[in-house]
Structures are given as structure tokens and as C-alpha cells.
């Protein structure tokens, strides 16, 4: 006796293919979510290792912070804490910064996503010590960035909202900490912030405190 295999109608394949489209787009979010969050791990830990890269410049430098470059603008902060990662210039790297990377100087030089605080830690011609840094763990020393330097209130400088409406930031302490903008940025895209060094926002980049 023989069985009669019963096949799909038109309809029902149809409504299989409706039902996987309604998980796929319920689905999508949650996966889209997980991957940004694992890009943000990942950067948190890149910028780990760059606070720390910190902390062995300094020792083999008399506690001596790094410059943001030099005053040829022949190489960045990148290129002189590439030594004390490894040799890897991924870790000054963001996945999820789809700028392209900041370097200073010949195409060969390290390129970065993260900014250097500048104007309170060390420019081109002066750096601070350890020691001057008073509150180091509520010091932002780098951040996510447009630029390869970041400061408290240039718009053209300012932390990048990269993860999540807010920024990855490395203190001068070496912890790693997300923030949202408007806590450490006072101005706008187009218009520089309120020059107050009372400002709650400066605090955050001011090496004396």
C-alpha cells in the first residue's frame, strides 16, 4: 500500500517564510545590539592597554607624562607608547570608529582612534609628572575621538559619542569608563563650549584638582 506524500501549498510556504521574516527582524536588534557591545568590550580593553602603556612610559621617563607630538609634528603619542604594547598598533584602534585613523606625520606612523588630553596633560613643548596629577582616577587622560588629542571644550576635539550615545575613556589612574557626552563636553559641533575652568565638565580633564 503506498503512502501519498502530502506537500506544501503555496500558502503555507508563504506563511513559513512570513514567520522567519518576523523572527529574523525580532531577532536582528538583540544580534545588532550584542555586536556593538562586543565592539565596546573590545575597545574598552584596547584603551586598557593604552593606560597602562601609560603607567611604563612614565616609569622609564621619571614619571614624566608623554606630548601629544612633537614641535616638527614628525609623530603622535601613538607612536611613542607603541613600544610598551607590544609593537601593536591595533590597540589604538576602535572597530566601531568608522573614521578614518589619525596619524601624525609619514603614512607609517601609528594611527589612532583615541585623543590624548592635551591641553592639561602634555602638548608639544611641556608634559606634567604623575605626581602633579592630584586625582588621577578622576582625570580623563584618553578617550574615543575624531582627532588624536581630545580637550574639554573645542568642538573640533571633543570625545567622540561612539558607544552608545557616549564614549569609552581611560583615566590617568588606567581604569576604563563610559560616559555620556554631556557630562564631559560643554559645546556643540559647531561652537566651542563655555571657556569656565569652574565648569563641572573641565573638572574632568583638569590635571590639579
Known amino acids: 500500500m503506498h503512502h501519498l506524500r502530502r506537500s506544501f501549498t503555496l500558502i503555507e510556504l508563504l506563511v513559513v517564510i512570513a514567520i522567519i521574516a518576523i523572527l529574523a ?3 536582528l536588534p538583540a544580534l545588532q ?4 557591545k562586543a565592539r565596546q568590550i573590545k575597545c ?3 584603551l586598557k592597554q593604552v593606560g597602562m602603556a601609560l603607567f611604563m612610559y612614565a616609569d622609564d621617563n621619571r614619571e614624566s607624562l608623554h606630548q601629544h607630538r612633537d614641535t616638527a609634528s614628525t609623530w603622535s603619542w601613538a607612536d611613542r607608547l607603541l613600544p610598551y604594547v607590544g609593537g601593536s598598533a591595533e590597540v589604538f584602534t576602535c572597530d566601531s570608529n568608522t573614521r ?4 601624525v606625520g609619514v603614512a607609517t606612523n601609528t594611527g589612532t582612534h583615541y585623543g590624548w588630553n592635551w591641553q592639561q596633560l602634555g602638548s608639544d613643548t611641556w608634559v606634567r609628572t604623575l605626581g602633579q596629577v592630584t586625582q588621577p582616577s578622576a582625570t580623563i587622560a584618553y578617550g574615543d ?3 588624536y588629542v581630545i580637550c ?3 568642538s573640533n576635539y571633543h570625545p567622540e559619542n561612539i558607544h552608545n550615545e557616549g564614549a569609552n575613556l581611560t583615566f590617568v589612574d588606567g581604569h ?3 560616559m555620556r557626552r554631556e557630562a564631559f ?3 556643540t559641533d559647531t561652537a566651542n563650549g563655555v571657556n569656565d575652568p569652574l565648569s563641572v565638565h573641565f573638572l574632568w580633564f583638569k590635571y590639579n584638582k
Open 25 to 27: 527582524s525580532m531577532l
Open 185 to 187: 563636553y560643554t559645546g
Open 176 to 178: 576604563v569608563d563610559w
Open 145 to 147: 575621538s575624531n582627532s
Open 44 to 46: 574598552t580593553g584596547n
Open 100 to 103: 578614518g585613523l589619525t596619524r
Open 152 to 154: 574639554w571644550y573645542q
Open 33 to 36: 545590539q550584542a555586536r556593538a
